[in-house]
């Protein structure tokens, strides 16, 4: 039983050494074949109109991703998205203000057990602690793990679309 306690403190001690020692970075660019949600959006879409691209960084390796734009409205497709991103990306040039008021995560994948949650949570730090954000709101798949992972991560499910289904994590 000692041999089994210090075996499961060990792979315990070393996933959660990862998690302490990581940190978030915006990137300027992902693998995009590496996406298992949204392989077919290149990389100048994931990155134009004031859409960004974080990384959880540990040990110079990127162990989760998330894609997400600003919009002022929460779109039901990524035709929708493309469009709001542009939109908000526009007035904010033209009216010189921040762009956006609702950041729309489209994207999510981890290469590293406890990424995705990782990444999720500080993402939700840094929206909080922005001057012009307000909500955190997902385009997910129509698929059961992805609302299994949102729910189990604190958000609420919104609404369920044709093609996709938007959840919120509360600010």
Request: net charge positive; hydrophobic share 35%.
């Amino acid at each position: 039983m000692k041999k089994f306690n210090k075996v499961v403190k060990e792979k315990f001690g070393n996933f959660f050494d990862w998690i302490k020692g990581a940190e978030l970075v915006e990137l300027d660019t992902c693998d995009i074949s590496e996406d298992p949600i949204r392989p077919e959006l290149d990389v100048k879409f994931r990155t134009s109109y004031g859409r960004k691209i974080f990384g959880v960084k540990y040990k110079k390796e990127i162990c989760a991703i998330m894609c997400f734009g600003f919009t002022n409205e929460i779109p039901k497709n990524i035709k929708e998205f493309d469009l709001m991103t542009k939109d908000a990306h526009l007035q904010s040039a033209w009216r010189n203000k921040t762009v956006g008021k609702i950041a729309i995560a489209y994207t999510v994948w981890s290469k590293k057990r406890g990424g995705g949650k990782l990444i999720v949570k500080e993402i939700f730090k840094k929206i909080k602690k922005s001057n012009h954000l307000n909500r955190l709101i997902t385009l997910s798949p129509l698929t059961e793990m992805a609302r299994s992972f949102h729910l189990r991560n604190g958000a609420i499910e919104l609404q369920v679309n044709k093609e996709t289904q938007n959840f919120e994590y509360k600010i």
